[in-house]
């Protein structure tokens, strides 16, 4: 599965910002899919991550509260609602697949998509 990552962008402190991952082919219900970012100087982290169907969903704790993780299976597209955003959340935002059978962070995650910036002023 190829994915293609977008909607990133400079946005103020306490606003929001839509992130939206598209994937090629017929499979992708199949994946569970997952968004991971890295900031400056910083490892790739967790993000947020759901289930094939989309009704699990699992979230880090530094966005639970203020980041949703949806997918609309008919239009092959996983997005990520990202409000009151902080600037800590600054940092190239990564779309995931697994096909893994593991806890859904831990996906593992076999498939990547270039990676969309997302940029906070104060």
């Known amino acids: 599965v190829q994915l293609q990552a977008f909607g990133g962008g400079l946005v103020q402190a306490g606003g929001s910002l839509r992130l939206s991952c598209a994937a090629s082919g017929r499979t992708f219900r199949l994946y569970r899919m997952g968004w991971f970012r890295q900031a400056p100087g910083k490892e790739r982290e967790f993000v947020a991550a759901?289930?094939?169907?989309?009704?699990?969903?699992d979230y880090a704790d530094s966005v639970k509260g203020r980041f949703t993780i949806s997918r609309d299976n008919a239009k092959n597209t996983v997005y990520l609602q990202m409000d009151s955003l902080k600037f800590e959340d600054m940092a190239v935002y990564y779309c995931?697949?697994?096909?893994?059978?593991?806890?859904?962070?831990?996906?593992?995650?076999?498939?990547w998509g270039q990676g969309t910036l997302v940029t906070v002023s104060s």
């Open positions: 995931s697949a697994s096909s893994g059978t593991r806890a859904l962070r831990y996906g593992p995650y076999d498939y």
């Open positions: 759901i289930s094939r169907g989309g009704s699990t969903t």
